[in-house]
């Protein structure tokens, strides 16, 4: 089943002669249980592309479709809505909030989720168990490591079991050994929930864990690692 269509998308910042056109015509197709690394250098329009995938960004021209939502056709309000319930974000920077536990940077999505809070708990519950988390539930985000904040926020964007999970550079901060867990753990974590999940990485050391590789390059998808 198709969990993820990306159609024509083309994305321009500005207009006339200082527009910047990010992305070029992207055509892309996600299956359910597939993890796909989406591979490209600074500046290519992977993260603008995974931020109009997940609603964040709205294209120029195309549609996205997640599963049968076409999220293009929402309203603001409805694709902030869709989001919280049916796409996980792990954000290049963590994105924690500072003053929460780890426990309660998962039982936060509670506010935005539509499942009743006694799921979110639950689910938080067995997340920082499989996470390896369970005895830094009490620690700030500043108490603990880099890995373990990475770990926080895959937790955070698997607490509300959405369709589809969007990771953007989850080793940027990392160093090689801890980087090749996080991407290990990600891999298995949306294997083993029959998700979909992209991820962008400039690490081509990283692809080996995905079931498959587009390049962007200058806002164009490209087949392959290259």
């Known amino acids: 089943m198709t969990a ?24 892309l197709e996600l299956s359910d249980n597939e993890f796909l690394a989406l591979l490209g250098p600074s500046g290519s329009g992977k993260t603008t592309l995974l931020s109009v995938i997940g609603g964040l960004l709205s294209p120029t021209e195309g549609s996205v479709t997640i599963g049968d939502t076409a999220l293009t056709e929402l309203s603001k309000k409805e694709q902030t809505r869709f989001r919280a319930n049916r796409v996980g974000f792990v954000f290049q920077g963590f994105n924690l909030v500072p003053f929460l536990t780890a426990r309660e ?15 979110i708990e639950d689910r938080t519950d067995q997340l920082l168990e499989e996470l390896g988390l369970a005895d830094r539930h009490d620690n700030l985000p500043e108490e603990l490591s880099g890995g373990e904040r990475q770990r926080v926020a895959i937790g955070r964007a698997l607490v509300s079991d959405p369709d589809l999970i969007l990771v953007d550079e ?4 990392l160093d090689t050994e801890l980087g090749t867990q996080v991407v290990q753990l990600l891999a298995s974590e949306i294997k083993s929930r029959g998700k979909a999940g992209i991820m962008v990485t400039h690490d081509l050391r990283m692809v080996e864990y995905t079931d498959r590789t587009v390049r962007i390059l200058d806002g164009e998808l490209l087949d392959g690692p290259g």
């Open 4 to 27: 993820l269509t990306v159609n024509d998308v083309t994305k321009v910042y500005g207009s006339g002669h200082t527009a910047v056109r990010a992305l070029c015509h992207a055509d």
């Open 105 to 119: 940077n998962l039982t936060v999505m509670a506010s935005i989720s539509d499942a009743p809070r006694s799921e």
């Open 170 to 173: 989850p080793t940027a901060s």
